[in-house]
Structures are given as structure tokens and as C-alpha cells.
């Protein structure tokens, strides 16, 4: 065998050993492809529901806030409730009590006196005629206002309710809104071409 035979046979070797291992690389290669894809599956974006902070808050008021995040607006939704409520029953107690008052001095029943445990009712003096008809006149309105207070701070508790589910349903429909931290106003002076001459100015730019 000659020298220029001998080198082909080793160049043809050298060629068949390069081909099998890139042969064997890209099975590697696929093979680690495929593992990865298996392993790591893609995952679902998670959508932020605003029917369901909807449904939440009118269930319950401030568990639509706490499944929109904004944990701390729950304290201030029952504050408000509470505040309401409060004084639709201080209004209530004093329009019951002028009710029953009211009752109490027109019938004329010595063992029915509600009436004595009104303020100020020691300035009026019930044997005189005139003084008995203005209280059953004062006793009228009284009532009648404590009951109109009442009457619209159970519908302004309704109101808040329904602001309570209002403010939810927004919050979840912003909630995946993009808002940049970026805010900031640059100046720089400039020059422009007007009617062919130039004009000196200010550029300004917002990013937000």
C-alpha cells in the first residue's frame, strides 16, 4: 500500500467518524429539546375576574377589595357601614320615643307618660292649654324629622352598598392595567423653520 492510498483511507475514516458524531449531537440535542418541553409545561395566564369581585363585594362588602389587593380600603368600607348604621338607630330611638310621646300626651292616660322623659320638657308647663298645644306641635315635627333622617340614611346605606360593589367591579377591571412609574416632564430648547427663517423655542417632553 503507497503513502497517497494510505491517506485516503484516513481521510475517508476521519470523515465518516466526523459525520457520526454530529449524528450523535443532534440526537442529543433533540432529545434534551424534548425533555424540556415535557418538563416545563407552559403555564395559563391567570385572568383577574371582575364578575367575580363583583359577586364577591355583594356577598360580602370588602371581599371584592381583598381579591383585588387593595386590602387596606376594607377598614374604610366598614367604617362607612358602621357610621350609617349608628345613626339610623340614634335617629330611630328618638323617633320612637317622640312617637310614643306624642301618643302618650294626647290620650290623656295618667299612667302613659313617655312624654316626661323628653329634654327640656321642664319648660313647659302641661296644666296651661297653650303650652300643651305647642308641645303636641313641637312632638309632630320632631318625629317626623327623626324619621326622615332615619328613612334617608337607610337608603344612603343602600347607596354605599351599591358604591362598595361599584368600586370592586373598577378596581378588577384596572387591575392588569399598565401604569409606569415613569412620570417626568424634560425641557430642552430647540429651533424651528417658520416661513424660512428660524425660530428659537422649548421642547417638551411627558412621559408617562
Known sequence: ??????????????????????????????????????????????????????LYSAI????????????????FVYIGFGTIG???????DYYQLTKRAYIHLRDDDPETTDYLKLRGIEYYDLENATDKANLETALSKRQEYYRRNRDFLIISMVAFYGLNIIDA?????????DVSDDLSL?????????????VYCINLTFNF
Open 186 to 198: 424634560n425641557w430642552q430648547p430647540s429651533m424651528l423653520h417658520f416661513q424660512n427663517d428660524l
Open 60 to 75: 360580602l362588602p370588602g371581599l371584592g377589595q381583598a381579591y383585588n389587593k387593595k386590602y387596606w380600603k376594607i377598614p
Open 169 to 177: 367591579s373598577v378596581d378588577a377591571h384596572l387591575f392588569n392595567f
Open 1 to 54: 500500500m503507497n503513502f497517497k492510498s494510505a491517506l485516503q483511507k484516513f481521510f475517508i475514516f476521519c470523515l465518516l467518524l466526523l459525520a457520526e458524531q454530529t449524528v450523535i449531537g443532534q440526537g442529543l440535542v433533540e432529545a434534551d429539546t424534548v425533555a424540556t418541553v415535557t418538563q416545563k409545561p407552559i403555564e395559563e395566564e391567570k385572568v383577574h375576574s371582575p364578575k367575580r369581585a363583583t
Open 86 to 92: 349608628y345613626f339610623i338607630d340614634w335617629n330611630n
